[in-house]
């Protein structure tokens, strides 16, 4: 499990396991984001078994499933919702940590400078700079 710090309160990380939850608690983390969809997974994988899990290790979980197809702004405004109200720090997670890189990014356009959440992101291994446009456009009309 590879976890890439985006901000002091905010890490991403590939698909997780049950496992890999222990990890997540002994490093730390209060609260967990699942922004993959079950659909895209073994059943074992499932956001309400990952859920149990967390939550039997006393974290908390947010399902946020982010489709690979694209992002809607409900996705975004709980992203948001989740960044700005749940127990820090946070670890998101998708397949391979991009879809939480960018639900970051897109809940953060009208927080922090456009190149800042481009720079961090590419710090943490995720090119998120396609998405300039879509960044700026939500930073001006917020």
């Given at each position: 499990?590879?976890?890439?710090?985006?901000?002091?309160?905010?890490?991403?990380?590939?698909?997780?396991?049950?496992?890999?939850?222990?990890?997540?608690?002994?490093?730390?983390?209060?609260?967990?984001?699942?922004?993959?969809?079950?659909?895209?997974?073994?059943?074992?994988?499932?956001?309400?078994?990952?859920?149990?899990?967390?939550?039997?290790?006393?974290?908390?979980?947010?399902?946020?499933?982010?489709s690979s197809?694209?992002?809607?702004?409900?996705?975004?405004?709980l992203?948001?919702?989740?960044?700005?109200?749940?127990?820090?720090?946070?670890?998101?997670?998708?397949?391979?940590?991009?879809?939480?890189?960018?639900?970051?990014?897109?809940?953060?356009?009208?927080?922090?400078?456009?190149?800042?959440?481009i720079?961090?992101?590419?710090?943490?291994?995720?090119?998120?700079?396609?998405?300039?446009?879509?960044?700026?456009?939500m930073?001006e009309?917020?």
């Amino acid at each position: 499990m590879k976890i890439s710090l985006l901000a002091p309160d905010y890490s991403v990380s590939e698909q997780l396991t049950e496992a890999d939850l222990v990890t997540v608690k002994a490093e730390g983390f209060k609260t967990v984001i699942c922004n993959r969809p079950d659909e895209e997974i073994d059943p074992a994988l499932h956001a309400r078994f990952m859920e149990a899990e967390a939550n039997r290790l006393g974290l908390d979980f947010i399902y946020n499933p982010v489709s690979s197809r694209g992002f809607t702004m409900p996705n975004v405004e709980l992203q948001t919702e989740a960044i700005d109200t749940a127990k820090k720090p946070i670890l998101a997670y998708c397949r391979s940590g991009t879809r939480s890189t960018v639900c970051w990014a897109l809940a953060h356009a009208e927080r922090l400078p456009v190149d800042e959440i481009i720079q961090t992101a590419a710090k943490a291994g995720y090119d998120i700079g396609k998405l300039r446009p879509q960044l700026e456009a939500m930073a001006e009309f917020g």
